[in-house]
């Protein structure tokens, strides 16, 4: 098995794990459960607060398998140590910098999260 190098075309995680093109060594009970990659763009982020880079990196992991997801707000909180209310902040700075697109899936139902993972050099209009 060849390793992809790494100034190959960037592949979905979900592409490369179905390919074997990555072996995780050392496992033990904390990394059993699993790890998200966060992009640096978003961690980097001067445009949104810490909680809200948090809000995406739980919305990331709860993805990182389906390519997409839909928790509850209080699920969400329950995971990230929040309230309610405070998520529900969080997320509109992730759908107000265009790092998140928010999709209504109608009463009782949770929403459905687009999680966008490239750098938006967009700047908003004042």
Known sequence: MEAMKY???????????RDKNIVL????????R???QVPNHVL??????P???????????YAWQN???FPGQERL?????????????YIQELEEEHFVAIKKRGQGR???YELNLTANRKRKVS
């Open 51 to 61: 909680g809200a880079k948090l809000a995406y990196a739980m919305l990331l992991s």
């Open 110 to 112: 949770s929403n459905l």
């Open 7 to 17: 100034t190959e075309g960037a592949r979905h995680i979900g592409d490369l794990l």
């Open 77 to 89: 909180a329950k995971d990230m140590g929040a309230g309610v209310r405070s998520v529900v902040r």
């Open 25 to 32: 060594k050392g496992a033990d009970a904390l990394s059993q």
């Open 44 to 49: 980097r982020s001067d445009k949104i607060s």
């Open 34 to 36: 699993g790890f998200t």
């Open 67 to 69: 390519d997409f997801c």
